[in-house]
């Protein structure tokens, strides 16, 4: 028996992909979401809300700080005084031993801070991180609901 003589080169190795069933799955997933979008309802989103007090306090210091940083410290019937970061926090102590003194509860007295729209944030924070280092119980926010 004579051998078998092989002509040609035999199998030659493919470098390629066959994209077709690849691209069919593509075509038919995005057709099952284009006809389901349409069908989702989107959910309700429940964002953060400030909470609100039932009732304000009686007397309350308010600190107004401006967009360039300035402060002015309040207390309710008085007027205004300009006041640094570091005075801010000694008249809050001085103020809340004064209303402990008078035998007020952490409930009839609170300090506000009053940002202006444009204040920065961190002007604002270092006002609430100065009240918490002189020990004040009670801050608040005072917002605009224009």
Not at 19 to 44: E, K, N, Y
Not at 75 to 102: C, N, P
């Amino acid at each position: 028996m004579a051998g078998i003589a092989r002509r040609g080169r035999g199998r030659r190795t493919v470098n390629e992909i066959n994209m077709v069933p690849f691209i069919d799955v593509m075509l038919v997933l995005l057709i099952i979401f284009m006809v389901t979008a349409p069908m989702v309802t989107p959910g309700v989103i429940n964002a953060p809300t400030v909470g609100k007090a039932d009732q304000t306090p009686p007397e309350t210091a308010r600190v107004y700080v401006d967009p360039t940083g300035k402060m002015e410290w309040e207390i309710t019937g008085q007027g205004k005084q300009t006041a640094t970061l570091e005075q801010v926090k000694e008249l809050a102590r001085e103020w809340q031993a004064k209303q402990l003194e008078q035998g007020k509860t952490q409930e009839q007295f609170a300090i506000v801070i009053v940002g202006d729209k444009q204040a920065s944030y961190e002007y604002v924070m270092n006002t609430m991180t100065a009240l918490q280092e002189a020990q004040i119980k009670r801050v608040a926010f005072l917002l605009n609901q224009k």
